[in-house]
């Protein structure tokens, strides 16, 4: 129940095209849903968060979509670039209690 | 932002020796920070979670005997790796909280020969 499931493991997307990262989560005590982004040999950035009181949140190119009934979130990044190539984990949190559950994490390749 | 900086970036020791790894939040205070281990092409696997002034909570599974923390400050926790092995070989990461949001630092590559 701790699991978070995120699909793909990997993607391959042309410049300028949408990728699209999604996840899946059991907890409904869950109440907070960040995105991460991981490049080679660098820790992971916080790139957006989302709470369940909306269903959708977008900063700059990136978006997240969540479906709080299903139980689903996903990351959306409109105009991909190829410096977006890099590695991407969703997590989910209770707040108070603090520990990130991580999704397997998602390679994404922009293609020039 | 929230800065979170670890040193050393990448060090390499003999089997059989201590290796420390320090973890500092640089612009705000973090009573609450996190390590964890990556593996090549993996997720972030979470070994426990330091707090300061009191003892670390390790996860299921890790030696607290040998993957020593402390937490010794509102912006330092350390983590010490005793009598590595090369299967301690691995990619290191501390997190510091604040409020909500957990940041990262850039990691600790570890090769133990």
């Known amino acids: 129940q701790q699991q978070v499931k995120q699909s793909p493991q990997s993607l391959i997307v042309q410049k300028g095209g949408i990728s699209i990262i999604n996840c899946a989560y059991e907890?409904?005590?869950?109440?907070?849903f960040p995105w991460y982004q991981q490049f080679p040999g660098k820790g992971p950035a916080l790139l957006i968060a989302?709470?369940?009181?909306?269903s959708e949140k977008k900063e700059g190119r990136f978006t997240i979509s969540f479906n709080k009934s299903a139980k689903q979130f996903s990351l959306h990044i409109m105009d991909s670039q190829p410096g977006d190539s890099a590695t991407y984990f969703c997590a989910a949190t209770q707040s108070g209690f603090q520990k990130l559950v991580f999704g397997t994490g998602t390679r994404l390749l922009v293609s020039p | 932002g929230a800065v979170v900086s670890q040193h050393p970036s990448r060090v390499i020791c003999k089997s059989g020796t201590s290796v420390k790894i320090e973890c500092r939040s640089l612009?705000?205070?973090?009573?609450?920070m996190f390590w964890y281990r990556q593996f090549p092409k993996k997720s972030l696997m979470l070994m426990a979670t330091?707090?300061?002034?009191?003892?670390?909570?390790?996860e299921q599974g890790v030696e607290k005997d040998k993957f020593l923390i402390n937490h010794a400050s509102l912006t330092l926790s350390t983590l010490t790796v005793t009598s590595a092995h090369p299967e301690d070989s691995s990619f290191y990461i501390c997190s510091a909280n604040r409020d909500y949001e957990q940041y990262f630092g850039p990691g600790t590559r570890l090769t133990v020969t």
């Open positions: 989302i709470r369940p009181d909306v």
């Open positions: 907890n409904t005590a869950f109440d907070y």
């Open positions: 612009d705000f205070q973090a009573t609450t």
């Open positions: 330091s707090n300061e002034g009191s003892k670390a909570t390790y």
